[in-house]
């Protein structure tokens, strides 16, 4: 007799259905999540993402390819970077956390550097948490590379894989972040250093929960550094250099943002039945199963989300405010389409105590003032009266 199926089984039954038969999970990576937690309100993301479905393919087959992703040069130097970086047993990476982090700690000479390998994404995590345990316990400079953590999000695990965790030999944890961007005079790109900071607080997170864990078996747990360090070529060279970055701010936000998000069971209980995501079906088909979950388009997302311009195509279609902005659907209320903030400021709609209302009207009368006083409105006026004279002397 087969085990009763839990509540959870059947959510990972049903993620799989709407992934489509025979269609393999795509993993959700930190820079997913990252994004997914600065829009938390996006149920269309949350479940695809949730489901592992892949939205590259599913935004192709629906004719709205994404424009935006790292080129294969990137990728390749990125690799050959890191692998310079972690050379020699990573001596290199464990001078820097040493001189950036830990300067008062021992100098790292000889370096653990265990094995995390195992069978499936569970087995590698429980791994992971096996040799953190231990490196804990040792008290000495303990390099994990590529380790494996899972996170809770909505009801359903994420398996994350930051590029190296240090155990420190104070017994804490720091995680480490490797970009291919320059670091120039000491200073990167401060967008992108604010993206990697976003990615490392999500595994700041998932370190956390791991500690945790391991705090329950022996108290007290193991503190998890909120200082990243951030490794980075140095000016034009290939030459590694790093720099502390503080996440508090970023790991306080994602953890309040996560927190937000509908479970991903509530989302698939709503579905249609059958509704299925595979770019396999055709374009009709696929269009009216994305239709089915509400989105929560902005225009952040052209720069996050793989379905970002079929969401705005559909939200400039539908007249939606939310393709203006957040800032501007904030602003406005309970007016949620373009059409009623037209009807709103031109006195046909609304209620004239909402101040959104009573604002909208009081800049419509501010721009037909100033367009009175205007030379070229004037003109325009008078080629109006003159072409309206005409065709009332044609009508008789």
């Keep these: 007799m087969p085990p009763p199926r839990t509540r959870r089984t059947a959510l990972r039954h049903q993620l799989a259905e709407l992934r489509g038969s025979g269609v393999p999970a795509r993993a959700l990576d930190a820079r997913a999540l990252a994004a997914l937690a ?15 479905v892949d939205k590259t393919a599913l935004a192709g087959a629906l004719g709205a390819p994404s424009a935006f992703g790292q ?11 890191e692998a310079r970086v972690k050379a020699d047993g990573g001596a290199e990476l464990l001078r820097l956390v040493h001189g950036r982090l830990d300067p008062g700690a021992e100098p790292p000479r000889e370096a653990e550097v265990p094995d995390l390998s195992a069978v499936g994404p569970e087995g590698r995590a429980a791994r992971t948490a096996l040799a953190l345990r231990e490196a804990t316990g040792a008290r000495a400079w303990t390099l994990l590379d590529h380790p494996l953590l899972a996170l809770d999000v909505a009801g359903s695990p994420a398996f994350l894989e930051p590029d190296a965790v240090v155990v420190h030999p104070d017994g804490t ?38 500690a945790a864990r391991l705090g329950q078996e ?26 502390a970055v503080d996440v508090r701010k970023q790991r306080a936000v994602t953890a309040r943002q996560l927190t937000r998000l509908t479970r991903l069971q509530d989302i698939a209980d709503l579905l249609p039945e059958g509704v299925c995501f595979s770019p396999e079906l055709p374009r009709e088909e696929l269009a009216a199963a994305v239709e089915a979950v509400p989105a929560a388009y902005a225009p952040e997302c052209l720069s996050t989300c793989e379905l970002a311009f079929h969401c705005r195509a559909r939200s400039r279609a539908e007249g939606a405010v939310t393709a203006l902005g957040r800032s501007a659907r904030a602003e406005l209320g309970g007016l949620t389409t373009v059409g009623d903030v037209l009807a709103a400021a031109h006195g046909e709609a609304g209620d004239p105590d909402d101040p959104a209302v009573a604002a909208l009207r009081r800049a419509a009368a501010l721009r037909a003032e100033a367009l009175r006083g205007h030379p070229r409105a004037a003109s325009g006026r008078q080629d109006a009266e003159r072409a309206a004279g005409r065709r009332e002397a044609a009508c008789r």
């Design 38 to 52: 600065a829009n938390p309100g996006c149920r269309r993301r949350a479940i695809l993402d949730g489901a592992g």
């Design 173 to 210: 944890w720091t995680v480490v972040e490797i970009k291919s961007f320059p670091m120039l005079d000491g200073s990167a790109d401060p967008a992108k250093v604010g993206a990697a900071a976003r990615q490392a607080a999500v595994y700041v997170l998932a370190l956390e929960d791991v």
């Design 71 to 81: 080129s294969q040069f990137a990728l390749t130097r990125g690799n050959a970077f």
């Design 218 to 243: 022996a108290a007290p747990a193991p503190r998890v550094r909120h200082r990243v360090l951030l490794v980075c070529p140095k000016d034009f060279s290939n030459l590694p250099t790093a720099c």
